[in-house]
């Protein structure tokens, strides 16, 4: 008896069934999403005891982003706090209680400004902001640090699929290590959305605007309602194997149908389209009906 | 560093390569489809970052397969890394994804092979599920050959154990692998 073929046989998915679970289309789109991260050389090791860092992000109308750090000893503003600088702050560093408050007051500075304003405070930590869907904004849409560093969630104020939705991260003490965290911000009028949620999540254009299944005419007659538009069109031929197109309206019947949407940029979605009606099922029926849940019948 | 071009066209060749044995790994390896999607993801993202140090060739999927077992351990401990875009992949994982049946001695060999350490089981899987040979499972665990094949000597020696232990390996499991894809 080979125990190499036991082994095997415990193999809950095997390669075959691997083959055709993930379309082309989202194939590509994670590549060019990774491949559209910045790759940057690990910053300078600094180290900084007695923190415990909690971030909880709130992204306001205005856009502005609030970092909450946690101290577990004394006050950490005080001993050892930023050096006085010329330059106005894009951080602003303050003590509220327990916590060390820190504000993104510019969220469209230089990514390398928040980076120095955390040195400044002994923390290595790089902040970038992308622009994001409403219900993404606000969020940790990525976060890539050193082992020990924990997700806040907050759960119940976003929609994330499931998942926890994470607010902040929380990094232990004695960290050592360099983090770097992405945080979703508010989109400017016409600016294309780099982290996206579902169209249909609660806070986004098309939630309980169900417009799938529907044809390409009858969608834009009800987007057009909603004062929505949709600039850009996908569509995928040929199966998993074949090839995915992203078009204007003008390359699309309008008695295709549509068979989900994604936000663009702030009004504007991106409507998904195939020739032939639609078929719901399994999960991914869950999926949307867990972010339809709530709307109006 | 590599110019962008070409750095785009070292990782587009690894990931249009590699994007289905890594899905499987984690796959096989995750407790869900939601949670296989995120590792996916955040193992391509690390290998985009750390494109420098990937080995060439044949070996980028067993170095792939390392860093996918590292983003896994931080994922169970609580590092979540989540990118937005996997919404989709996660739906579509969801939509295919079954967790496996088994019959009830197989359900004894699952048992034996759960009884063994996080360590044992991942060296015979890397030989059972990725057939990875002890060169391969080198470069995925990060250390020598040699390292390997008295680790993984021992571990089909605990495992044979557990198989006496319950009493397994009849001719049903025989025939079932015999039938089986892996077989």
């Known amino acids: ?297 | 560093m590599r110019p962008p071009d070409e750095r785009r066209r070292t990782f587009e060749q690894v990931y249009e390569a590699c994007h289905d044995p890594v899905l499987g790994y984690v796959l096989r390896r995750a407790d869900n489809a939601h949670d296989a999607a995120d590792i996916l993801a955040e193992t391509f993202l690390t290998a985009w970052r750390r494109l420098e140090d990937m080995p060439r060739g044949d070996a980028a999927r067993p170095w792939l397969y390392g860093i996918a077992r590292r983003v896994l351990a931080n994922h169970y401990r609580g590092v979540r890394r989540r990118l937005v875009l996997t919404e989709r992949l996660r739906a579509e994982l969801a939509a295919s994804y079954r967790p496996v049946e088994h019959d009830d001695d197989l359900t004894a060999v699952a048992a034996a092979f759960r009884a063994l350490s996080d360590d044992d089981r991942e060296l015979l899987s890397l030989v059972g599920w990725e057939s990875l040979d002890p060169g391969q499972i080198a470069t995925a665990l990060g250390c020598s050959r040699n390292a390997v094949r008295v680790r993984l000597h021992r571990a089909r020696r605990r495992f044979a154990r557990e198989l006496e232990a319950r009493a397994v390996g009849g001719p049903t499991v025989r025939a079932r692998v015999a039938k089986g894809e892996h077989a």
């Open chain 1, 1 to 297: 008896m080979n125990h190499d073929d036991l082994i095997s046989s415990l193999a809950t998915t095997t390669d075959e069934e691997v083959a055709g679970m993930v379309s082309t289309r989202t194939r590509s789109e994670l590549a060019e999403h990774i491949m559209s991260t910045p790759v940057e050389p690990a910053p300078a090791r600094r180290r900084r005891r007695g923190l415990v860092i909690g971030v909880p992000l709130v992204v306001a109308a205005a856009g502005t982003a609030a970092v909450v750090v946690a101290a577990t000893t004394g006050s950490p503003a005080s001993p050892g706090g930023p050096p006085l600088r010329a330059e106005p702050a894009v951080l602003t560093f303050s003590t509220q209680g327990k916590y060390l408050v820190v504000k993104v007051k510019d969220p469209l500075a230089d990514p390398a400004r928040y980076r120095k304003e955390f040195a400044a405070h002994g923390m290595n930590i790089r902040l970038t902001l992308v622009p994001a869907s409403p219900s993404v904004a606000g969020t940790v849409v990525e976060a890539d640090g050193g082992d020990g560093i924990q997700m806040i969630s907050g759960k119940g104020k976003c929609f994330s699929g499931g998942g926890s939705c994470p607010v902040g991260v929380r990094i232990p003490i004695g960290f050592h290590g360099s983090a770097s965290i992405t945080f979703g911000r508010a989109a400017r009028p016409g600016e294309q959305y780099t982290s996206t949620n579902s169209a249909f999540a609660p806070g986004e254009a098309l939630h309980c605007v169900d417009i799938r299944g529907r044809t390409v005419d009858d969608a834009l007659a009800t987007l057009r309602r909603h004062k929505v538009s949709a600039p850009i069109f996908h569509y995928e031929e040929g199966g998993n194997g074949g090839q995915a197109y992203n078009v204007g309206r003008d390359k699309i019947p309008g008695t295709w149908y549509v068979t989900t949407a994604d936000p663009w940029a702030p009004g504007q979605v991106m409507l998904w389209v195939q020739r032939t009606r639609p078929e719901s099922h399994g999960d991914a029926a869950a999926y949307y009906r867990r972010l339809m849940s709530g709307c109006p019948r």
